[in-house]
């Protein structure tokens, strides 16, 4: 999947930084020696890391073996530029029967998502992303749409307009939609249950900056993850502590149509315009399809709308980077910043 351009996160431009090391980590225990197993692999446009804290080094490698596949499931199911996914094959007819259970879930989340925030989080928003892919393409103007162009394509993005009865999906003529904005989330957690169903405890998922990290390190540690600098610094701005939650970030700082248009990858599906209003949003939540998805959202909404809806939401923080460089955090995520 083309997560540069097509999505609506086409994120993470601020690094998620794990804060650990990829080699055994001794856990004694009164008969056996636990360590650290970890694989990484490119996936879904981006760098996928699985690791998992176990006495058994084949058990640990089938184990993650097993959570890669449940990644490339979803990739290969939610990829809206594979013709052969079922996600295309419902943009290219308008309509598709018999859809899979784990693509009417993600459409239905994603109402929810899209509710909450108020309209800033959209999956019909695809057909915007292509305008805007367009004009920043070889043969394009390299200039932004016009009012004209954007206010013909808002008409296609509006997700209550998507139709589901029973395993049916409809979309209105013309529109398409996308689940970039929770696909990888979604596939993070995906790959987190495969493990708990093999019998580990203890690991995380991180795929490209969207990580669910369940129990401990070894020794009883915490899972630790380091936002980065918007100047790119080796220092981080903080240091989370996490267990049994997941992390993203959204921002615009790194990640561009290109270089000289130095344009968000994020849109508003509200206004059909780039997203200028912070710098990064990084989400703490349950699930990584949550924080995925409500970073996106905050990212959108900016610092005073995105805050409130935060505020609004149990058990999910945030942390905002304004473009003057101020850091506000939700009023439980300092929470996670302790040792």
């Known amino acids: 999947m083309n997560y540069k351009t097509v999505t609506i996160v086409l994120v993470a431009a601020l690094s998620l930084i794990i804060m650990m090391n990829y080699v055994p980590f001794p856990c004694t225990t009164p008969q056996e020696t636990q360590e650290s197993y970890s694989s990484t692999r490119s996936i879904m ?72 925030s108020q309209g800033a989080f959209d999956i019909s928003i695809l057909p915007l992303l292509d305008l805007w892919k367009s004009k920043f393409s070889p043969g394009g103007t390299y200039q932004p749409p016009t009012q004209e ?11 209550s307009e998507i139709s589901i009865n029973d395993d049916n999906i409809s979309l209105k003529d013309g529109m398409m939609i996308t689940l970039g904005g929770v696909a990888k989330g979604y596939a993070v957690d995906h790959a987190i249950q495969s493990l708990i ?14 990580g669910r990290y369940i129990g401990n390190k070894a020794k009883g540690a915490s899972w630790k993850v380091g936002l980065q600098n918007p100047n790119k610094s080796s220092d981080a701005i903080t240091v989370i502590h996490v267990k049994d939650m997941a992390v993203a970030t959204s921002g615009n700082y790194e990640r561009y149509f290109s270089d000289a248009a130095k344009v968000s990858h994020i849109a508003d599906p509200r206004t059909g315009h780039t997203s200028q209003n912070l710098i990064s949003a990084t989400v703490i939540a349950k699930t990584a399809m949550d924080a ?40 439980g995520f300092s929470q996670y910043e302790s040792n």
């Open 45 to 116: 446009d981006t760098t996928v890391t699985i690791s998992v804290i176990g006495f058994s080094e084949n058990e640990s490698s089938d184990a993650i073996e097993n959570a890669f596949s449940k990644v490339n499931y979803i990739n290969e199911l939610m990829n809206s530029y594979d013709n052969q996914s079922e996600l295309s094959v419902l943009n290219q007819n308008g309509n598709l029967q018999n859809t899979n259970p784990d693509i009417l879930y993600v459409i239905e989340r994603s109402d929810y998502y899209s509710e909450k």
């Open 292 to 331: 995925d998805a409500f970073a996106t959202a905050v990212f959108v909404m900016g610092e005073d709308e995105g805050m409130e809806m935060i505020e609004s939401i149990e058990d999910v923080e945030c942390l905002l980077i304004t473009p003057d460089k101020r850091i506000i955090r939700s009023s």
């Open 149 to 159: 162009e954007l206010d013909e394509v808002l008409l296609l993005v509006n997700h």
């Open 197 to 210: 169903q093999d019998g580990f405890e203890n690991g995380f998922v991180n795929a490209g900056g969207d």
